[in-house]
């Protein structure tokens, strides 16, 4: 059976706290443990589980991380307006 999305979240909520403050030793099993209830990839659960609730300094504000989140990338205009009315 396999767990649900919001449940792979709690259960790395969970994991996380402890993982943040174990030894490298603790560091392995807590992340084979991991892997083998939510069936991400080794190198995936890693990276969950290092980022979880990292702060990120933008200026005077500090933000928590939320890996659940991504950003669209904002690409800059190829053509400007001059280009853009000869083509069409």
């Known amino acids: 059976m396999r ?3 919001q449940q792979r979240q709690a259960v790395v909520a969970k994991a996380a706290a ?3 403050r ?3 030793k603790e560091k392995g099993l807590i992340l084979s443990e991991l892997v083998e209830l939510t069936e991400y990839s080794r190198v995936y659960a890693r990276r969950v589980l290092r980022q979880h609730g990292q702060r990120l300094k933008l200026g005077k504000q500090s933000l928590i991380a939320d890996v659940r989140v991504h ?5 800059l205009p190829y053509y400007d307006e001059q280009v853009k009315a000869a083509l069409i």
Request: one cysteine or more; a positive charge.
């Open 22 to 24: 174990s030894r490298k």
């Open 71 to 75: 950003s669209a990338r904002c690409r």
């Open 18 to 20: 402890r993982y943040q």
């Open 3 to 5: 767990l649900t999305m």
